[in-house]
């Protein structure tokens, strides 16, 4: 004997909303970090904010971003220090910012690591946005070893 599926009642399978979207453009990107009159900070129903944009971030999200331009202003300066000893840049586009002048190269390093950060910033919700961001947090950590192994083998 098979058992039937429950079956929705007609009137919850139909669309019941009479506005459309209430707002008239889309969220700025200043808006998403400083605005306070924003509203959309998650979702009614439980698996509706997958792969969907809020308006605003979660604080641990903005730790994240903070944590990241950290170590990168970390890393920068470990790598001025490298070269400086005697070492070499091993990434070709940070090589050349280098080559320009070692403000070109902080700048270029922050400016980088600070749009990447943004960008997966916005896409919070994406759990492809989460793997990254703890792949790259797992990347500086290890070159945060490497760092101090040069260190360490320089003295």
């Not at 098979?2 to 459309?20: G, H």
């Not at 600070?114 to 759990?127: D, E, I, K, M, R």
Request: proline residues 5%; positive net charge.
């Amino acid at each position: 004997m098979r058992i039937p599926a429950y079956t929705y009642p007609s009137y919850l399978k139909q669309e019941r909303r009479k506005q459309l979207d209430r707002r008239s453009r889309p969220t700025s990107l200043y808006d998403c970090f400083f605005s306070p009159r924003l509203r959309r900070r998650g979702f009614r129903r439980r698996g509706e904010g997958v792969n969907r944009y809020v308006d605003h971030l979660r604080l641990p999200i903005v730790l994240w971003v903070a944590a990241l331009l950290a170590l990168s202003m970390v890393d920068a300066a470990l790598t001025l220090a490298h070269v400086q000893l005697g070492g070499k840049e091993l990434v070709p586009t940070m090589r050349w910012a280098l080559d320009q002048g070692m403000d070109t190269f902080i700048s270029a390093k922050l400016l980088l690591t600070a749009v990447g950060a943004v960008y997966l910033a916005a896409h919070q919700n994406f759990p492809m946005a989460r793997l990254a961001y703890r792949t790259l947090m797992g990347a500086y950590l290890g070159l945060m070893v490497y760092h101090l192994s040069l260190v360490v083998n320089h003295w």
